[in-house]
């Protein structure tokens, strides 16, 4: 997992991302989640795609949710500010988890939501502590699903969801790295829905839906290359540094040709 957290650890990230902010004409004190969005929704299709996962899930207002693989911390604060639900959030890398933190104070949202260092397959929590889990663009740097998914089964209370948007192999087929998710091969682990599905009910989940998220992400993309000029400061390029394009341009390109796409799973836990 060391090299997982390597690929996203960036020096100087809340100071980028400020800089930026500044650049856009928006001061620190002024900041807001909906600002936030282009660069703290790390997913195929950013916010909407959050939008339409919660959405599908269905998960009571003033839930007490885990996130995991939380990031820089935006579908936290999201589920905060819409929600009312209060929220941890976990990830491996250690800017990630500071970025996190400071950017939820700056915005309001630090009595909801808290973040910390940790490892989905060993989650520092107590049997049945949280109400709902849910998981963004996460499974492809995790070799053990099974083991992983087991430990949010334990976390939940019974009946609690768990909702996924994972990119997943689609069919046999390669693909050129560096991507979003990994700078080569060895730390990527793509599985399939199946395989997914198989390690959620092994461990005691009901899948409740599936579904290929394929033609969104490609609107998704079409929208984007409608776009000219330059990126606006804030996105998504302030996480992947100097090889964004390429990772970028790698992982639409095998969305396009169907060997890798985003699915949706919603599942309840045992």
Do not use: C
Not at 213 to 229: I, V
């Amino acid at each position: 997992m060391e090299e997982i957290a390597r690929h996203y650890d960036k020096d100087d990230l809340l100071a980028s991302i400020l800089r930026a902010a500044a650049d856009a004409g928006i001061e620190e004190r002024e900041l807001t989640v909906e600002q936030l969005g282009p660069v703290d929704e790390f997913h195929i299709g950013g916010r909407g795609a959050t939008e339409h996962l919660l959405e599908q899930a269905g998960i009571p207002s003033a839930s007490h949710i885990l996130d995991i693989g939380s990031g820089i911390g935006g579908t936290a604060r999201y589920l905060a500010h819409t929600g009312r639900h209060t929220v941890v959030g976990i990830d491996l890398t250690p800017a990630y988890v500071q970025t996190a933190t400071a950017l939820t104070e700056i915005v309001g949202l630090d009595n909801s939501v808290t973040f910390r260092q940790a490892d989905v397959n060993e989650l520092p929590f107590e049997d049945a502590s949280f109400d709902a889990a849910v998981m963004l663009h996460v499974g492809m740097n995790l070799p053990d699903k099974r083991t992983a998914f087991s430990e949010v089964a334990r976390t939940l209370v019974g009946g609690g969801l768990f909702a996924v948007y994972d990119i997943m192999a689609l069919i046999d087929g390669e693909f050129d790295f560096p991507v979003p998710w990994a700078s080569s091969q060895s730390g990527s682990f793509l599985a399939t829905a199946e395989n997914y599905a198989n390690a959620l009910t092994d461990v005691g989940f009901e899948i409740l839906q599936t579904a290929d998220r394929s033609d969104y992400a490609m609107s998704f993309f079409a929208e984007l290359r409608q776009r000219t000029g330059n990126p606006p400061p804030l996105g998504l390029h302030l996480l992947m540094g100097e090889q964004a394009q390429l990772k970028f341009g790698n992982m639409i390109k095998a969305v396009e040709a169907g060997v890798i796409g985003p699915v949706e799973i919603i599942a309840k836990a045992p």
